[in-house]
């Protein structure tokens, strides 16, 4: 369970961060979120798809890590094997809280920065410093505040890219059947993906109207991205070779 707190200099003018990356650091998660802002670079490494919240009924795009649940497979050696983390994996153990405030008599939010105090990246012993000798924010906790603008602008730009894709019925549920090499299937359920053809069935006003608000170029990142699934087998089939042979 988290125990966020929001962050200050005088609190927690000793704590660090351990920059490493493993599963006992909190990073063995198989998907996160992703934002149309970064699926440039993300697709470049990841398979992207869509998750779905049953409660809320919204859909979020995420970047996957490994094919089964808790599994990480870009862990190695308490590094992250790509050349690109994606924000909501950099900004741990770090996320954006929102505080009450009055100005010029018009109550507003704020948005402040919190640490998840519990998280196995924090520790006064060793580490990444916070904060500088004489109180002022270090250099690594600047790039974590820049990190987290980037994502809440990110969480703003993800809603209306969704809801346009579910306007046009572009979303549907995927089903991939896996080969792994200890001659096994695995099925790969539960995400979303485009439907490429409701996408080629559309009218030539709504791909223009997609075009105009740079979301085709996003669509068709989404699915160049879903090459990577092979990546994910060969890591995984990696690691079960070495499983065998360590037995």
Known sequence: MANHALLNNVEHQHLKINPARSTHLGDGVWYSETFVSEFRVAQAHYPIFFTKDDTTNTFSPVCLYG???DENLFL?????????????????????????????????????????????K?????????????????????NII??????HHGLEQNQPFIKTLIKHGLLESVSLELDLVNGLKHNLLGFYTINEDSLNQLSSDAIAELHSQGYLACIYMIIASQVHVRDLVALK?????LQKHAV
């Open 67 to 69: 094919i089964n649940k």
């Open 76 to 120: 190695v050696n308490q590094q992250w094997q790509a050349h690109y983390i994606p924000l909501s994996m950099q900004r741990l153990p770090f996320a954006i809280a929102t505080q009450n405030t009055m100005q010029n008599g018009v109550a507003t939010q704020e948005r402040m920065l919190s640490i998840d105090l519990d998280s196995p």
């Open 122 to 142: 924090v520790s006064t012993k060793q580490g990444i410093n916070l904060f500088l000798e004489h109180g002022g924010n270090s250099d690594y906790l600047e």
């Open 146 to 151: 820049n990190v987290l603008d980037n994502l």
């Open 237 to 241: 089939n990696e690691q079960l070779k």
